[in-house]
């Protein structure tokens, strides 16, 4: 009985417990999730249309960025960006005298994982504009939309039901690559379950409290995608 109290107490949310701790990190973890996940859609809304609008050199360079990120490990980008985009700032600001600025850990995450999100966006959302039928989008030209209202109207309510699983996957894997901002010193919830696994040696505890709020995570998310499905595909045919 006293071993199971001493176990709880160390998860408690009040010092001497770290599970405040890990809620803590689990909320770091969220934040910058979705802050990654939104800059991810933004850059493959706009790759996905560059490609697909016939542009030859655009379309190159939208080949490389995606193939490139989409090759290489994403632990490898994290760190490589992280640093290499740090300090290739910091130059560009020496070159106009202007003194080095140290990024902050949560931006620079939500940017490079945004980055690498990007990529993985553009290819989902671009199969699901091109799942739209061609005669919806030739109509909204024929009654004079603008590119913009076009795609407000006509290209974003058709692509979303055909994206939502695609997208749903990328959000799934952001909350786990999140874990991977450990390795430049962002405290989110892989590396605040380290810390308490460290200092007290229970590794094991603390790793499965991880576990579960991945997966209370992993629960809601699904939850959330799934009313979200359920409301964009309304009125549309449903497999029995």
């Given at each position: 009985?006293?071993s199971?109290?001493?176990l709880?107490?160390?998860?408690?949310?009040y010092?001497?417990?770290?599970?405040?701790?890990?809620?803590s990190?689990?909320?770091?973890?969220?934040?910058?999730?979705?802050?990654?996940?939104?800059l991810g859609?933004l850059?493959?809304?706009?790759?996905?249309?560059?490609?697909?609008?016939?542009?030859?050199?655009?379309?190159?360079?939208?080949?490389?960025?995606?193939?490139?990120?989409?090759?290489?490990?994403?632990?490898?980008?994290?760190?490589?960006?992280?640093?290499a985009?740090?300090?290739?700032l910091?130059?560009?600001?020496r070159?106009?005298?202007?003194p080095?600025?140290?990024v902050?850990?949560?931006?620079?995450?939500?940017?490079?994982l945004?980055?690498?999100?990007g990529?993985?966006?553009?290819?989902v959302?671009?199969?699901?504009?091109?799942?739209?039928p061609?005669?919806?989008?030739?109509?909204?030209?024929?009654?004079?939309?603008?590119?913009f209202?076009?795609?407000?109207?006509?290209?974003f309510?058709?692509?979303?039901?055909?994206?939502?699983?695609?997208?749903?996957?990328?959000?799934?894997?952001?909350?786990?690559?999140s874990?991977?901002v450990?390795?430049?010193?962002?405290?989110?919830?892989?590396l605040?379950?380290?810390l308490?696994?460290?200092s007290?040696?229970?590794?094991?505890?603390f790793?499965?409290?991880?576990?579960?709020?991945?997966?209370?995570?992993?629960?809601?998310s699904?939850?959330?995608?799934?009313l979200?499905?359920?409301?964009?595909?309304?009125g549309?045919?449903?497999?029995?």
């Amino acid at each position: 009985m006293a071993s199971t109290q001493s176990l709880l107490e160390l998860l408690s949310p009040y010092p001497p417990g770290w599970g405040g701790t890990l809620l803590s990190g689990a909320m770091a973890t969220l934040a910058i999730s979705g802050g990654a996940f939104l800059l991810g859609l933004l850059i493959g809304i706009a790759g996905a249309l560059g490609k697909l609008s016939g542009n030859r050199f655009l379309k190159a360079l939208l080949n490389l960025y995606t193939t490139t990120i989409r090759a290489v490990p994403e632990l490898i980008l994290i760190v490589g960006l992280y640093y290499a985009g740090t300090d290739g700032l910091n130059h560009l600001l020496r070159a106009f005298d202007i003194p080095p600025i140290e990024v902050n850990g949560f931006v620079a995450a939500v940017v490079v994982l945004g980055f690498v999100q990007g990529a993985y966006a553009t290819e989902v959302l671009r199969g699901a504009i091109l799942a739209i039928p061609v005669g919806q989008i030739e109509a909204a030209r024929a009654f004079g939309m603008a590119p913009f209202l076009r795609f407000r109207r006509v290209v974003f309510p058709a692509l979303l039901p055909n994206a939502l699983p695609g997208l749903a996957n990328l959000w799934m894997a952001v909350t786990k690559d999140s874990a991977l901002v450990a390795v430049v010193g962002y405290q989110e919830l892989a590396l605040a379950t380290r810390l308490a696994g460290a200092s007290t040696k229970h590794y094991f505890l603390f790793f499965f409290a991880a576990a579960c709020l991945y997966l209370v995570i992993s629960l809601v998310s699904n939850l959330v995608f799934m009313l979200i499905e359920r409301r964009v595909r309304r009125g549309q045919p449903t497999l029995a």
